[in-house]
C-alpha cells in the first residue's frame, strides 16, 4: 500500500543529509555505458530523512535497492525523489514504490524498477527519502546508477528510430502493426543485437500491462527502452529485457524479449512472477499518473491495435476472463486483459491508477477493432486531410460509397447514441449538427470546421450497426497567439520618444505606417493610440492597441520677492507651473 507524503515534512527538515559511501561493490565501465552500485553511509539509513548525494558518476538512469532481513512486498517501501541535471537544475519530486523482490535480481536487494530525471541525458545529482512499514529495518541503502550517455546518439546519428518492420501476414484483419525491431534500439551492444540464451516458448492467455518510470519529457523512446534493457541484463543480471512489448507516448512499438518466432509465438518474459508463463508483458513506457507522462491516445491506439491482433490470432475474447498463476503462487480468474496488480494482488499498484481505469476501455476498443474486421464490405480507405487554419475544415474521403451511407463524427471513439456525433447522408446535402458542427457534402468529399486542437473520430455507418473501422484525427490548433504590448514609458514629454515592444506571436505588423518587427521606437506630437496585429505560426492574427500618452510643455515661471538687494540680505525666488 503506497504513503501519502506530507508536504510539511519537508518544510521542517532543518538540513539535507549529504551522502557519503560506505563504498563502490560493483563498478563497470567501457565504451557502451558504465555502471556503478554504491553502499550509502549508515548515517543515511534512517526513513523519512531527505538523502542528498553529489553521484560519483553522472548518470542518465538510475534505481535504489535496501537489503532487508525480513519478508516483505516490495510495494510496501516508498520513496519519493527528485535529480539534478547540470545547467537545467531539479526536477519535480515523485514518488513510486521499490518493484523488485530480493530473488528477482543477483544483488539479492529490493530494488525500484529503472528511474530517469529530466530527460534521457546525464544527470549528477539525487535527493530522495523513503518509507519502510513499521518494524522493518533496513540494512543497507544502494545506489544504482547507470550512464549510457555514450549510446544517446546512436539513434539520431543513424535515423534508427524510422527503422519499422511489419510482422505477419498484411491481407489478415486485423493487421499486426508496424513495430520497431531490436536491432533499431539495442545501440551498439552486441548481446542485445544477437542473444545466445535460447528463449522459452508459452502458451499465453494473458496479457499484462506495465507501466515504467520514464523521463519528464523524453525525445527518443528507443534510449529509454535500451536503458531498461541495460538495466535488467547488465545490472540484474537477467538473461534480456522483462517485457515482450513496450509502447512509447508517440505511438511507437518496440520489439522487447527475444523472439526469432515472432509474432506467431510467445516467449516467456521477466515481468511478473509466476504469471510470466501464461502472460505476455505489455509495458507502457512513462509513470501512467504523472502528468507528463500519462498514457496518450497515440500509445492506447496501438497498444488495442497489437492486441486486437494477438487475440483474433489465439481466438480469445479480449473481454473474457480466464484463469491464471498469480505471482503469489495462487491461481485466480483474472480479465485476460488485466494489470499488473491483478496478477500481483498487494504486491504493486503498476500499472497506475490512471492506466488501470482505461483497461475496461482498452478491452472494448480491442475487441471492437476486431469486430469491424467482420462487418459486410463497405466504404474502405477512409482518410482525413486537414486544411488548415483560420476555418480548420478537415476534408474526407473514402472508396465505394453509395446511397444510404452515413459519416459519424464524434469526439468520443466509442460513439454513444446522442447528439454527440453527427451523420451525414449521402448525396448532395448540407448538415448542421449540435456544437456548431458543420459538413458540407460534395458528392464522397464532405468538408467540415471543427474546434482547434480536438482529437475527433469518425466512420462510415450503413444501417443494421454495420461500420467501417473507426479512424480519428486531431485537428490543428487554430486558436490566435497570446499578443501582448507595452510601451515604455507609456507617458513622455513633448519631443520624446517610447519604445513599443509585441510579443507572443510569429510577425507583427504595426499601424501609423510603422511597418513590421516587434519592437518599434516611436516620437508622437500628441497622445496616439497604436495598434499591432500579431500572426501566430499557425497564420491565425490578432491584433492589441497601446496608448502613448504626450503630456504639454510646461509654462514655467519664476519670481524673486526682491529684485534688487543690498549685499547681506535676502530675496526668495519662486517657481511656478510645472510638478518639479
Known sequence: MKRIFLLFALITLTSLSF????????????????????????????????????????????????????????????????????????TEWKEDEAYIHPNETRWQMYQTDLLFGLDEGVHDSIQFYYYLPSGIISEGVYLILQDLSPQLKYNSDKSRNNDVI???????????????PRSSWCGSYSACQNPTYTPTYISATH??????????????????????????????????????????????????????????????????????????????????????????????????????????????????????????????????????????PGGTTCPGNTLYALLPSLRTNTKQIIQNCNTPTGPTNLTTTLLGCPDNKVKFSWQ????????????????????????????????????????????????GSFASSTTYYWRIYYGNNNYTATKNFTTLNCNPPNVTVTANPSSICKGKSSTLTASGASTYSWSHSLGSGASKTVTPTTTTTYTVTGTG????????????????????????????????????????????
Open 400 to 447: 465505394n460509397s453509395g446511397t444510404g451511407w452515413y459519416i459519424q463524427v464524434s469526439t468520443n471513439s466509442s460513439f454513444p447514441q446522442t447528439n454527440s456525433y453527427i451523420k451525414w447522408v449521402s448525396g448532395l446535402t448540407t448538415y448542421t449538427g449540435p456544437d456548431g458542427f458543420v459538413l458540407q457534402s460534395n458528392g464522397t468529399t464532405p468538408l
Open 19 to 90: 551522502g557519503q559511501y560506505n563504498e563502490v561493490i560493483y563498478d563497470e565501465e567501457n565504451d557502451l555505458h558504465h555502471i556503478q552500485i554504491v553502499q550509502l553511509d549508515n548515517d543515511l539509513l534512517s526513513p523519512s530523512k531527505i538523502i542528498s548525494i553529489k553521484t560519483p558518476i553522472v548518470f542518465t538512469s538510475f534505481a535504489i535497492g535496501w537489503k532487508i532481513g525480513q519478508e516483505i512486498s516490495p510495494a510496501e517501501i516508498t520513496i519519493r525523489y527528485r535529480v539534478h541535471k547540470p545547467q537545467k537544475g531539479w
Open 166 to 180: 511489419t510482422l505477419g501476414d498484411k491481407s489478415t484483419c486485423p493487421e499486426f502493426p508496424t513495430i520497431i
Open 207 to 344: 496479457t499484462v500491462i506495465h507501466h515504467g518510470a520514464s523521463p519528464d519529457s523524453y525525445t527518443d523512446g528507443a534510449a529509454v527502452v535500451r536503458s531498461y534493457w541495460n538495466y535488467h541484463v547488465n545490472t540484474n543480471g537477467w538473461s534480456d529485457i522483462g517485457y515482450n512489448y513496450l509502447f512509447d507516448k508517440s505511438g511507437n512499438m518496440y520489439v522487447g524479449r527475444y523472439n526469432p518466432n515472432l509474432p506467431n509465438q510467445d516467449v516467456k518474459g521477466a515481468h511478473a512472477g509466476s504469471a510470466n508463463s501464461k502472460s505476455i508483458g505489455l509495458n507502457y513506457l512513462g509513470n501512467s499518473d504523472a502528468s507528463g507522462t500519462a498514457p496518450t491516445t497515440a500509445q492506447n491506439n496501438k497498444c488495442c491495435q497489437f492486441m486486437a491482433w494477438w487475440y483474433n490470432y489465439k481466438g480469445f475474447d479480449p473481454t473474457s476472463s480466464a484463469s491464471i498463476l498469480c505471482q503469489d503462487n495462487v491461481t485466480r480468474t483474472k480479465p485476460r486483459i488485466c494489470g499488473h496488480r491483478d496478477v500481483n
Open 537 to 580: 505560426s499557425n497564420g491565425v492574427t490578432k491584433s492589441v492597441t497601446v496608448t502613448v500618452t504626450v503630456n504639454p510643455t510646461p509654462t514655467v515661471t519664476a519670481s524673486a520677492s526682491s529684485s534688487t538687494i543690498c549685499s547681506g540680505s535676502s530675496s526668495t525666488l519662486t517657481a511656478g507651473g510645472a510638478s518639479t
